[in-house]
Every structure is written in C-alpha cells, then in structure tokens.
C-alpha cells in the first residue's frame, strides 16, 4: 500500500508556475521627424528631442496624436528644443546621458524627477520598468540591428525603454528612429550591448562604452 501511495504522489503533476505578466508603460510615441523632414539634421538629429517628449508626456500625464495637428505640434516642439539648445549651449546634434537630463528634462522643461544611473546592468533596468519608472537610453544605433532603420543606422541614438516582457527577455521601448518604433521589443542582449552614453557634440567619435542611462520618475 506504501509503494502505491508513493507512486500516486510521484505521478501527482507538480504546479506550473505562471510567467511574469510584462510591464508595458502607457508612453506616447512619435518618430523624430514627424512630417518626414529627415534632410533637416534638427530632425535628422532629433532623437534626444524626441525621447524626451515621450518621456515628459508620460510623465505629465500628456498626449500625442497621429493626426496632422499632432505631427505638426511635435515638429514645432522639436524645433524650439533644437532653437534652446543652439541658443544656450551653441549644439543641438547630440548630447550625453547627462548633457540630454541638464539641458532637455530640467533646463528646458524645469522637469527634476529623474535620475542618471551609472555603469548600469540589464537588471537595473528591469528594477527602475518594476519601481514604476522609464528609461531614457543613449546607444549605438548600428548594434541595435533594427531592420527599419537606414542602413547603416545611427552611431548616436536614444530611445525610451518602457516595458520588458520576461517570457521572450524583450526589452518593450519607443524608438523615435522609425514610424514603426512604438512599442518596438529587443532582446535585452542586443539592447545591452548598444548602450553607449555618446558625448555630447556633433557625431563625435565613440571612444568610450559607458552604460549609462536616465531613469525618469513620475
């Protein structure tokens, strides 16, 4: 009776563990040229722009629309952006992790909830998507093999990071370098890898790869 009892509990099915439900922020999405004015290098260049709108929308709880007076209010917003920066620190091109947080989030917005994290790991950017947060990312656009991107893609590129998904290991983000950029997932390898915190300037060279991030906060 013993062996049979035994037997019943090994044949029992052990419970199945439910997978992690993915984390997907509401993020508004715009691509960097919204009227398709990629010759324009305000726009050309507009990635940081881009990603922090995104980012200043969700935060504030605001909107952007697909239609024309949505593209067009975020084609105006850009150029004051690029206008500011010119005007202030003689450079819209590209900025830094750091440079993208002083200049855009607090100097032009006068936004302070949010932090630049250092040397950062693909868990500390799953920890700030679980606290609640998103993520601004500066990378090297080419690593990210995003096959809508103009061959050969950006070496300056910022994007919004705004979900994970840990059944694939996907990072969820809202890459403003294509129309199909919203809600666009990769890999956490691939995205890892081409997080570089470029310097600030006009397509300076990549001479270091230092992962850094901003953590943005509502």
């Given amino acids: 009776m013993k062996k049979l009892l035994l037997l019943a509990l090994i044949l029992l099915p052990f419970p199945v563990l439910a997978a992690k439900a993915p984390i997907t922020k509401a993020v508004p999405f715009t691509v960097q040229a919204p009227l398709r004015e990629w010759s324009d290098s305000r726009f050309q260049d507009a990635c940081e722009e881009a990603s922090v709108?995104?980012?200043?929308?969700?935060?504030?709880?605001?909107?952007?629309?697909?239609?024309?007076?949505?593209?067009?209010?975020?084609?105006?917003?850009?150029?004051?952006?690029?206008?500011?920066?010119?005007?202030?620190?003689?450079?819209?091109?590209?900025?830094?992790a750091q440079d993208t947080a002083d200049r855009l989030l607090k100097g032009y917005y006068g936004y302070t909830k949010w932090e630049v994290k250092k040397d950062i790991t693909i868990k500390d950017i799953i920890n700030a998507l679980e606290e609640g947060n998103i993520v601004i990312a500066p990378t090297n656009g080419r690593l990210l093999k995003n096959p809508y991107f103009t061959a050969p893609g950006p070496e300056r590129h910022m994007l919004v990071i705004k979900g994970y998904n840990y059944e694939t290991k996907r990072f969820i983000t809202n890459d403003p370098g294509t129309r199909r950029g919203e809600s666009y997932q990769y890999p956490e390898k691939t995205l890892y890898a081409a997080i570089?915190?470029?310097?600030?300037?006009?397509?300076?060279?990549?001479?270091?790869?230092?992962?850094?991030?901003?953590?943005?906060?509502?």
């Fill in 53 to 96: 709108i995104m980012a200043i929308k969700w935060a504030k709880g605001g909107k952007i629309t697909n239609d024309t007076a949505g593209k067009k209010a975020i084609h105006n917003e850009i150029i004051k952006l690029a206008a500011y920066q010119q005007k202030n620190y003689k450079n819209y091109h590209d900025t830094s």
């Fill in 196 to 218: 570089v915190d470029y310097p600030t300037g006009y397509h300076e060279k990549l001479l270091e790869t230092k992962k850094n991030i901003i953590i943005v906060k509502k």
